[in-house]
């Protein structure tokens, strides 16, 4: 693997990750793009396959936690968030 190959799959990946599908499978739609883009076989693919669902279910909430982190932190800033609603309150 040549540096230039390696920094042509960097922004293959790159660029794929942020226009992925969000939806189960997406991703490995993208990375047998990748995988046939840059003349490997593709049953290097299947290898994927196998781990993938796990890995989906790491990446999907990691995704939703950030999700969730920079909109609470962005509202905040903003002054938009009603903190009230998140108090805790003994009935």
């Not at 920094?7 to 599908?21: D, H, N, R």
């Not at 890995?55 to 962005?74: H, P, Y």
């Amino acid at each position: 693997m040549t540096p230039a190959f390696i920094g042509a799959l960097f922004v293959t990946v790159v660029a794929l990750s942020i226009g992925a599908p969000g939806v189960p499978g997406g991703s490995f739609v993208c990375l047998t793009s990748i995988i046939v883009s840059f003349g490997l076989p593709v049953e290097a693919s299947a290898i994927v396959l196998g781990i993938d669902p796990l890995t989906s279910m790491f990446r999907t909430t990691i995704n939703t936690i950030g999700d969730i982190a920079v909109t609470t932190a962005l509202s905040k800033h903003e002054n938009m968030m009603d903190e009230t609603v998140y108090m805790h309150t003994e009935a």
